[in-house]
């Protein structure tokens, strides 16, 4: 099974959603179910108990997504891993796919932040590198990069993208 952050030293315990079938269940997907699975059991006080029979057998390698592993985890190889069953049984896919579609709206949110945090990191440097004048004659001595008609004309293109980004969850949750 394949799991973003699935393996990670970022915190003491992971916790896992997990698509299984409980036994009694009907045949395809109306059957399956969705459970937690934490890495490691938690005590009644709290604190981290014993290992869940839940383990990664390897990191995926995978091109252009770094900073989060994508691990292939094996469950129950050494007795059986403890899930807990979240909702009701048999509606598990509704529920991940409730989460994922929540989640895909959290990505875009994080990736428009990113570029619009991009946007204010380029208009900064441009007002601050400076180097030789302007082509347009605006100034005639060496002027920050921010004053050539070039980087003016970059930054105001990046600068509707981003705000028109930014306003598109605006519009949806409108609509």
């Not at 007795?79 to 896919?93: D, F, I, K, P, T």
């Amino acid at each position: 099974i394949f799991i973003s952050a699935g393996e990670h030293d970022m915190t003491s315990n992971i916790i896992h959603l997990v698509l299984a079938r409980l036994p009694d269940a009907p045949k395809g997907s109306k059957g399956i179910s969705l459970f937690v699975v934490p890495k490691f059991m938690v005590n009644a006080d709290g604190s981290l108990g014993a290992r869940n029979d839940v383990h990664c057998v390897s990191i995926e390698h995978k091109m252009g997504i770094k900073a989060s592993p994508t691990a292939v985890l094996q469950y129950g190889d050494h007795g059986g891993a403890v899930g807990y069953l979240v909702g009701q049984e048999n509606r598990g896919l509704e529920y991940m796919f409730i989460m994922m579609n929540s989640a895909r709206y959290a990505v875009g949110m994080q990736g428009i932040a990113i570029a619009e945090r991009a946007y204010q990191h380029a208009v900064a440097y441009a007002k601050d590198r400076v180097q030789s004048r302007p082509v347009d004659g605006s100034i005639n001595a060496s002027a920050p990069i921010i004053h050539h008609p070039d980087v003016k004309r970059m930054l105001m293109t990046i600068r509707p993208y981003t705000q028109r980004c930014r306003a598109m969850p605006w519009l949806a949750a409108a609509a």
